[in-house]
């Protein structure tokens, strides 16, 4: 189901001033994971919300899960250097590079959320011999390519950042490699801010949730996170017991794994005769 959307606006921010901040409703929902899904994402990071994103906005799919093992964000989107640039060398990969860094321009806009981009330029200075012949490189691979960027002299440099010492401390600048429309942005507010507009369109982003494997069964695709024991309790199983199963299993799972032990009267046998003692719900589940 799509929620309503909710725009960030400086009216709301002042109405919420008024109210102490108590009308903000939550950026995106946490919903009780679905037992089917059109397509499945693992892991919350940039990479795994822009796909959810535009898979919505540019392919109209919509029934998708986002599955993160620990929070939205947290992984490397969540401690990076911050810095968005295109100046890269290879021919391959420049487009991309490239129309990532223009599709920046206007996130905030698109997604009505501040990811905080600030087109201050990116400048990265050379300061050997060989850093510099590399640079110049770049920059005539980017003009081929149709990057904006170029080589600029040391006094272009002191001007642009008045505050540098051309001559060290260690090494002195002998030129950079400027990028105008490079700059910085919040990732982990571009993370948020993807979450939202999946969430508003009805996706699912499920946080804490570790995939501990994919089978292929059939020609389609079980996603494994959660783990249920049943157990046909004697007189001695009690919650000490019940702890200890748990423990068991997630050391040999891995810590992330959700266990749920179920009391049962009686384990039923599968066809062939065997009993069935460990239930995988999400694996039989998510298909
Ligand atoms: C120190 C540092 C500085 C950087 N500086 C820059 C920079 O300045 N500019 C720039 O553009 N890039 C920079 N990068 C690179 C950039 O941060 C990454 O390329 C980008 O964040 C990758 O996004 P992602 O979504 O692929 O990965 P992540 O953000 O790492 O997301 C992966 C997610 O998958 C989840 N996950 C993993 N395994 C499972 C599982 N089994 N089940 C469920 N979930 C799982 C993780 O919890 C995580 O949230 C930097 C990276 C680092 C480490």
């Not at 990479?47 to 939205?72: C, E, M, Q």
């Not at 959320?113 to 300061?127: D, E, W």
């Not at 505050?163 to 948020?192: M, T």
């Given at each position: 189901?799509?929620?309503?959307?909710?725009?960030?606006?400086?009216?709301?921010?002042?109405?919420?001033?008024?109210?102490?901040?108590?009308?903000?409703?939550?950026?995106?929902?946490?919903?009780?994971?679905?037992?089917?899904?059109?397509?499945?994402?693992?892991?919350?990071?940039?990479?795994?919300?822009?796909?959810?994103?535009?898979?919505?906005?540019?392919?109209?799919?919509?029934?998708?899960?986002?599955?993160?093992?620990?929070?939205?964000?947290?992984?490397?989107?969540?401690?990076?250097?911050?810095?968005?640039?295109?100046n890269?060398?290879?021919?391959?990969?420049?487009?991309?590079?490239?129309?990532?860094?223009?599709?920046?321009?206007?996130?905030?806009?698109?997604?009505?959320?501040?990811?905080?981009?600030?087109?201050?330029g990116v400048l990265m200075l050379a300061?050997?011999?060989?850093?510099l012949?590399?640079y110049q490189?770049t920059a005539?691979?980017n003009?081929?390519?149709?990057?904006d960027t170029r080589m600029i002299s040391p006094a272009e440099v002191k001007k642009l950042v008045?505050?540098i010492?051309l001559?060290?401390?260690?090494?002195?600048v002998l030129g950079g490699l400027w990028q105008p429309?490079g700059?910085?942005?919040?990732?982990?507010?571009?993370?948020?801010?993807?979450?939202?507009?999946?969430?508003?369109?009805?996706?699912?982003?499920?946080?804490?949730?570790?995939?501990?494997?994919?089978?292929?069964?059939?020609?389609?695709?079980?996603?494994?996170?959660?783990?249920?024991?049943?157990?046909?309790?004697?007189?001695?199983?009690?919650?000490?017991?019940?702890?200890?199963?748990?423990?068991?299993?997630?050391?040999?799972?891995?810590?992330?794994?959700?266990?749920?032990?179920?009391?049962?009267?009686?384990?039923?046998?599968?066809?062939?005769?065997?009993?069935?003692?460990?239930?995988?719900?999400?694996?039989?589940?998510?298909?």
């Amino acid at each position: 189901m799509t929620r309503p959307s909710f725009r960030y606006s400086v009216f709301a921010l002042v109405r919420e001033a008024f109210r102490e901040h108590r009308g903000w409703p939550r950026a995106w929902a946490s919903p009780e994971p679905r037992g089917h899904y059109q397509v499945i994402i693992v892991g919350a990071g940039g990479h795994g919300l822009a796909t959810a994103y535009y898979l919505g906005r540019n392919f109209g799919i919509r029934d998708v899960a986002v599955l993160d093992k620990g929070w939205l964000g947290g992984g490397n989107t969540g401690r990076n250097t911050t810095i968005i640039r295109s100046n890269y060398l290879q021919d391959p990969s420049a487009a991309i590079y490239e129309k990532a860094r223009a599709l920046y321009e206007t996130l905030s806009q698109e997604l009505n959320y501040n990811i905080m981009f600030s087109p201050r330029g990116v400048l990265m200075l050379a300061q050997t011999e060989h850093e510099l012949k590399g640079y110049q490189r770049t920059a005539r691979a980017n003009a081929l390519q149709g990057v904006d960027t170029r080589m600029i002299s040391p006094a272009e440099v002191k001007k642009l950042v008045p505050i540098i010492r051309l001559d060290g401390p260690r090494y002195p600048v002998l030129g950079g490699l400027w990028q105008p429309r490079g700059g910085v942005a919040r990732h982990d507010a571009v993370a948020w801010g993807y979450a939202r507009a999946c969430s508003d369109m009805g996706m699912h982003i499920i946080e804490n949730c570790a995939v501990t494997g994919i089978d292929t069964t059939g020609g389609r695709v079980f996603v494994r996170d959660l783990v249920r024991v049943r157990v046909v309790p004697g007189a001695e199983f009690g919650a000490r017991q019940e702890e200890e199963l748990k423990h068991r299993v997630r050391l040999r799972l891995g810590e992330s794994v959700r266990v749920e032990v179920e009391r049962v009267k009686e384990i039923e046998r599968t066809a062939n005769g065997k009993f069935r003692a460990v239930v995988s719900k999400i694996g039989a589940g998510l298909q």
